[in-house]
């Protein structure tokens, strides 16, 4: 392909983006295909000699289109949003096209600086503190890992990293609500997993923080060694927030290392309104969130955020002979930030999306998402057959039907159904979790386009569904 001709086909593929988002809701919202049933329409050999342009896109209509759930669906409610926006896909077009390395500063040295910058930004915008280093990641799940990682490091004076393990015995501390991945990177870490005590909740799905002090006492007690506190703010079942105050507090008496994953509600920290709950982060050694779910950028970008840098570089830092440079201590050699080495431009998107956006507009739309889910709950509960499971959080609507002449695992296995039957029409896509082992339907509505209309329509989907259900 010669320019000439990319050209050509680059135009068509723009036509096409804007077809799709022009005629997104006239997909089914979640991909209706049984497993395997596109796989089989593949061929099993790759290709020896090219397919013409239109062949591929043929086959991108008729087997591929069909297994996308479609995300940026404004009738997609399900999990937590990892929503986009012009801006961002722009800035993917251009970080694609010149498919640069920003692992050291002298690889592309603009990457390494605006990401310096766009981190700041994001920093300032969400009320963290300025004593916060930025670095962007690829997920919370890695940045918590760089967080753990830096925690066992620090306590160890670097020898874990020299020797390996022996008999630290540390304890990682979090909720019963924290993320799954906490349990991934706490075994990733080597620190095990019968190692992380996950602290009961109260009624608000929040941290009990006097249950973790008589634990952390009690590990002490047994001759162990609490290393890192983990606290959510937004879980991801229920949106619920710790008090990271009294937690933060708890970590500074004991001289333990404190980690807050607030990779869903961290962008809505954008809105001072809500700045309330990050009262105590300056207790915090590291911090994540993802722009990449609430925040209008393109997955991948996780915002990591460390007090202390230096323990995060010394952690990971290795300067190889090819990878000397003469610029090491002046700049930011961003590989030495975390895992990988190579690294995509990423810093681009979120430099357009508060360009292009910008602030005041960013705002207003985290503020109508939060608005439409107070709106949704108001008219499903004018239907007696719903209730909320625990209180709202921001914008993460958690419900069910209820029969309260049934058992718990009959009015479980209804709404089990409810939710199948609401995802088969194709119309809107929710999902689920199990709070005090309720199954318990989730509405999120946090995605770019979806206006009021959207609300409504799901308002209707699920209402239809749990009539024909009932009657
Ligand atoms: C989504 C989420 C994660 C995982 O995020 P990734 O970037 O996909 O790793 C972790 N914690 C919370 C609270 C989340 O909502």
Redo the contacts with the bound molecule.
């Keep these: 392909m010669d320019t000439k001709q990319f050209k050509e086909r680059a135009y068509e593929v723009i036509d096409k983006i804007c077809e799709y988002y022009d005629n997104i809701e006239k997909y089914p919202v979640k991909s209706q295909v049984k497993p395997y049933e596109l796989f089989n329409k593949l061929p099993d050999e790759a290709p020896d000699k090219p397919d013409n342009f239109e062949e591929v896109m043929k086959d991108f209509d008729e087997i591929i289109m069909p297994g996308i759930t479609h995300w940026q669906s404004p009738k997609f409610f399900a999990y ?1 949003p990892s929503n986009t926006s012009e801006p961002s896909i722009l800035a993917e077009m251009l970080i694609s096209a010149i498919a640069a390395q920003s692992m050291k500063w002298v690889t592309s040295p603009i990457a390494a600086e605006l990401e310096e910058k766009v981190m700041n930004w994001l920093r300032n915008e969400t009320g963290l503190p300025q004593n916060f280093s930025g670095v962007i990641q690829d ?3 890695s940045s918590t890992l760089l967080s753990l990682l830096t925690a066992r490091e620090k306590k160890s004076e670097y020898k874990i990293n020299e020797n390996g393990f022996s008999n630290e015995n540390f304890v990682v501390y979090c909720s019963t609500q924290t ?1 799954s ?1 906490i349990e991934k990177d706490v075994k990733i870490a080597g620190i095990g997993k019968n190692n992380l005590r996950k602290i009961s909740v109260n009624d608000e799905f929040s941290m009990n923080y006097q249950e973790l002090e008589k634990q952390i006492k009690l590990d002490i007690n047994n001759g162990l060694n609490p290393l890192c506190i983990i606290s ?1 703010l ?3 079942s229920s949106g619920a927030f710790d008090s990271i105050d009294k937690i933060g507090l708890i970590a500074k008496k004991y001289n333990i290392w404190f980690h807050i ?1 607030a ?2 509600a961290g962008s809505a920290f954008i809105l001072p309104e809500y700045r309330n709950y990050l009262n105590g982060i300056e207790y915090a050694d590291t911090y994540v969130f ?1 722009p990449h ?1 609430w925040l209008f950028t393109n997955f991948d970008f ?1 915002a990591y955020f460390v007090k202390d840098k230096k323990a995060l570089l010394q952690t990971f830092e290795i300067i190889p002979e090819y990878l000397k440079t003469k610029t090491y201590g002046l700049v930011n050699d961003y590989c030495d930030w975390g895992i990988p080495l190579g690294r995509r431009f990423r810093a681009l998107k979120m430099w357009f999306v508060f360009r292009l956006i910008g602030t005041d507009e960013i705002k207003n739309k985290i503020q109508n998402h939060i608005k439409f889910a107070e709106f949704f709950e108001n008219e499903l509960l004018k239907d007696n057959d719903f209730q909320l499971v625990t209180n709202r959080n921001m914008n993460i609507v958690c419900f069910r039907f209820y029969l309260d002449r049934f058992k718990l695992e009959e009015i479980n296995s209804k709404n089990e159904q409810l939710l199948e039957k609401i995802n088969k029409t194709g119309k809107i896509f929710l999902s689920h979790t199990k709070l005090n082992d309720i199954f318990t339907i989730r509405f999120v509505p946090g995605q770019t386009y979806t206006e009021k209309k959207h609300i409504k329509e799901a308002l209707e989907v699920i209402i239809n569904c749990k009539n024909e259900l009932k009657y």
Excluded: E, I, L, V
């Design positions: 937590f997920s919370a799940t993320h991945s959510a937004g879980t991801t994953d990779a869903y993802n779910k996780s």
